[in-house]
């Protein structure tokens, strides 16, 4: 993985939470950092003609003071900053074409204890170049008061459907487990009648197990320190990786890239898990 990570920060505490874990997964695969703030969507209550100042001034102030705390953690970290004039979704995904990772905050959890996702995220999840992470605001594990890398728990969680878009999630996730000495959790979802042990359900079932199988050997044997486990269990696909996510420390979904950027979408499971998982969701995209 080449390339920064990036990270859009704009002052509000989901910002602030994203910038920390980025910092992190920095300092995890020993990655640059950068921070990107746009002033042109900072609301100010200032005079128009002293507005755009305003909003400049604000904007540095912010970098070098996010800036200043995560070098007081990280002194190590190769960390830039930029200020931008364009939105920050633009700016993002500019940037999404050369980086390694991009990090989003999201405001939470609303009250189905879900992540409260703006249209904004949405919209750069569903059309960044590069995988993405969204990362809930205030998560202990991860703000100011978390402590060194390394000292996560859990695994890395992917669901993994046979096809071509497999092995850019699975790469994703055997190389950050690798990067932070941890396990792969891989899940593969049946539906329920595969659980019935007669006949072609059960056949097919037993199928659909040796397509998980064949589907991990090569990243087994390309990443033969990584503890694997491996998964297959009836139900819904998105209610069985979010319930394995409840153990992991990332959860991998996956999406597909598309030709233009005036069209996006986000699959059912991939936005379920977005909304619900209790840990940072990486969207990677595949062709």
């Known amino acids: 993985?080449?390339?920064?990570?990036?990270?859009?920060?704009?002052?509000?505490?989901?910002?602030?939470?994203?910038?920390?874990?980025?910092?992190?997964?920095?300092?995890?695969?020993?990655?640059?950092?950068?921070?990107?703030?746009?002033?042109t969507t900072q609301p100010l209550n200032v005079p128009v003609a002293q507005e755009a100042l305003s909003k400049q001034h604000y904007g540095q102030g912010l970098l070098l003071r996010i800036e200043a705390e995560l070098l007081h953690r990280y002194g190590e970290l190769s960390l830039t900053t930029e200020l931008v004039e364009v939105s920050a979704s633009q700016a993002l995904l500019?940037?999404?074409?050369?980086?390694?990772?991009?990090?989003?905050?999201?405001?939470?959890?609303?009250?189905?204890?879900?992540?409260?996702?703006?249209?904004?995220?949405?919209?750069?999840?569903?059309?960044?170049?590069?995988?993405?992470?969204?990362?809930?605001?205030?998560?202990?594990?991860?703000?100011?008061g978390w402590g060194h890398p390394g000292t996560e728990r859990g695994d890395v969680v992917v669901g993994v459907e046979p096809g071509p878009g497999a092995d850019a999630l699975l790469e994703f996730a055997f190389t950050t487990a690798e990067a932070h000495g941890c396990g792969v959790h891989a899940v593969r979802a049946l539906p329920h009648q595969y659980t019935v042990a007669t006949g072609r359900q059960a056949e097919q079932g037993a199928v659909d197990r040796a397509?998980?199988?064949?589907?991990?050997?090569?990243?087994?044997?390309?990443?033969?320190?990584?503890?694997?486990?491996?998964?297959?269990?009836a139900g819904p696909a998105a209610q069985?990786?979010?319930?394995?996510?409840?153990?992991?420390?990332?959860?991998?979904?996956?999406?597909?890239?598309?030709?233009?950027?005036?069209t996006w979408k986000l699959g059912p499971v991939a936005h379920a898990v977005l909304h619900h998982a209790p840990c940072p969701v990486a969207v990677v995209p595949h062709d």
Not at 223 to 232: C, K, R
């Open 1 to 39: 993985m080449t390339g920064p990570v990036v990270v859009g920060v704009d002052g509000s505490p989901a910002g602030t939470t994203a910038a920390w874990w980025a910092a992190r997964e920095g300092m995890t695969r020993r990655l640059p950092v950068l921070l990107v703030h746009s002033w």
């Open 211 to 233: 397509r998980l199988t064949a589907s991990l050997a090569p990243w087994r044997e390309k990443f033969p320190g990584v503890p694997l486990v491996d998964e297959v269990t």
């Open 94 to 144: 500019e940037h999404s074409e050369r980086a390694a990772l991009l990090v989003l905050g999201s405001r939470g959890h609303g009250s189905a204890a879900s992540f409260l996702l703006g249209s904004h995220s949405l919209h750069i999840l569903g059309l960044s170049r590069c995988p993405a992470v969204i990362v809930r605001a205030g998560d202990p594990a991860v703000g100011t």
């Open 240 to 262: 069985v990786l979010l319930s394995a996510a409840t153990r992991g420390r990332l959860t991998v979904v996956g999406r597909r890239r598309h030709s233009s950027h005036l």
